[in-house]
Structures are given as C-alpha cells and as structure tokens.
C-alpha cells in the first residue's frame, strides 16, 4: 500500500499544477512482458490533456510524464543520470533507459502486453 501510495504522489507531482488532483482520472493496468515478467504502470490523465505515468523500476518509483509522441503515448522521466523512456500503443508498452550522455537507449521491458 505505501509504494501505490508513493506512486500516486510522484505522479501527481509529474502533472503540471494547472490540473486539480479532483480532474485526474488514474488507471493501473498491469503488462505481461517477455519471460512473463510483470510491469504495473499507473497512468494519470489530467482532464486538460496533460499526463503523467508511474511504474517501478529495479526497486525504484520512476514518476514519468507525458510527452510529445509521433504514435501512440510516451512518457519520460527526468533526472541528473539518465530518462527513463516508456512507449504505449494499444495494448503494448516497453521501456528502455538512455543514460546522461549516451547516444543509444537500454531496453530494460519490451514485448510487453496487456491482454
């Protein structure tokens, strides 16, 4: 209950503060990656457009947000050591890690569904 509950703050504070907590709606869904290795992600859509997503990640909250994509949804962390990437179409996801000064993203969850 306290890491839903750190994950729900970390995102929270991912959505700009034009958005009232009262005008998020959170939906948690739960991927199946390869290796059938699990991936909650809780998404948070602010009713202004904006979004925000929180999954962990080697132990860790990593709090995303939504940022421009050319297909699909795409969410990113920020942080002195590197971002943490995670892409949605559909019923799929993945995230990878580009640490600071690298030219070429870590894949660390990929093939992941949700049916």
Do not use: H
């Not at 947000?65 to 920020?78: A, D, K, L, P, T």
């Amino acid at each position: 209950m306290t890491v839903l509950r750190n994950a729900l703050f970390a995102a929270a504070l991912a959505v700009p503060a034009t958005s009232a907590l009262a005008e998020i709606d959170i939906l948690s869904v739960t991927f199946t990656c390869e290796n059938g290795i699990p991936l909650p992600v809780t998404y948070f859509n602010a009713s202004d457009g904006s979004g925000a997503a929180a999954t962990i990640v080697d132990n860790i909250l990593v709090a995303m947000r939504q940022v421009e994509s050319g297909s699909g949804i795409r969410y990113e962390s920020s942080g002195d050591q590197g971002t943490y990437i995670l892409r949605s179409k559909g019923w799929k996801a993945s995230i990878s890690y580009l640490a600071a000064g690298a030219a070429n993203e870590q894949a660390i969850f990929q093939d992941c569904s949700s049916r």
